[in-house]
């Protein structure tokens, strides 16, 4: 028996989605609208779109990345270069009265053409760019600035993020658009047509953070830091036993704590500037760094946690994923639940970040590829 707390009727049971999409932003916002309680289909063309078979996969090549990001949603497989296909992908998005792509430049699931068969609907494109042309998180990612200024300091050249965070930020933005969609509908019967370009989700958060203002305001740029964190103190340490440390001091508190517990308080104030500004200590980190680094190095792993966790210091120890899988973040965590996932094999897969009323959705398995070809059309369309 399932213990989890529920949490009911989901808030967007009821509305009905249809995606057409490939790759990261508009499969995580098909999926993030499906743990909502949405009901979402994905509709591929014959074989899969392009992100099918995109790895990870495993050993039997199924596609560990595709069902990550489908959970909770039906499947159907069309042949949407016919004219019978095309005309049943319409039907279907207009019965839905939802429908969100990455797919442009489609003249018969452009807006102009859907609107007419529902004009309150709400047709959401994520694109490249503003502009019309093509840009991928990799492309935008390299034209925004990041890679200049990632990496270590001493480094010449780009260095490209792993994580596609610029998809991961798209695909947020898309689910808040359907949102307050959904509710200008509620509100006014009126529908819309929604244009949400990559390129822009990167330069508004740029922007936002900072890092093309201070440009504008100040005339200058961002420097590279390594692991260091800008305007205040905080980078890397590594113990005697090999094991690598994030140390952050954010505030007074947790700048006195770190030179109390490393014994470098007179050596800090040797210094001869006031370290309870945060900019100070970020323009004084290389004084710091040899101050503090001995202490690590000369202290186990073990030591050196015991130490910082009692001690009001920012701090984690360095690990990789599979470490994360095997540790109580995942294990003993409510978001992730273990799921039976067809073709993949049984693992734990998270539900909603959030908690609602102390409750987690649970996830449901990635759909087959066309899956619900023989019964959607009948559902949604009565035929």
Known sequence: MNSRPSLGRLPLAGVRIVEISSFVAVPLAGMT???LGAEVVRIDPLGGAADYHRWPVNDAGESIYWAGLNKGKRSMEVDMRSAEGQ?????LIAAAGVFITNVSGRQWHSYSELSALRPDLIHLEVAGRGDGSTGVDYTVNAATGFPLVTGPSDHVGPVNHVMPAWDVSCGLYAVVSVLAALRRRDASGEGSAIRLPLDDVALATAANLGFLTEVMVNGVQRPRLGNAIFGQYGRDFTSSDGVSFMVVALTPRHFRDLCE????TDS????????TDEGIRYEHRAE???????WFAANTSSAIS???AASSVLWERYQDFAEVAKSPRVEGN?????????RIGSY???GLPMSVDGAHTVPAAAPALGQDNDTLPAEWLGA
């Open 288 to 294: 710091l760094d040899e101050l503090f680094a001995p």
């Open 348 to 350: 734990l897969a998270p």
């Open 87 to 91: 005309a049943l992908v319409q039907r």
């Open 306 to 308: 015991a130490a910082l």
């Open 268 to 275: 800090a104030a040797a210094i001869g500037v006031d370290l």
């Open 334 to 342: 409510p978001l992730f639940s273990a799921l039976d996932q067809p």
């Open 261 to 264: 517990l490393t014994g470098t």
């Open 33 to 35: 609208l499906a743990q």
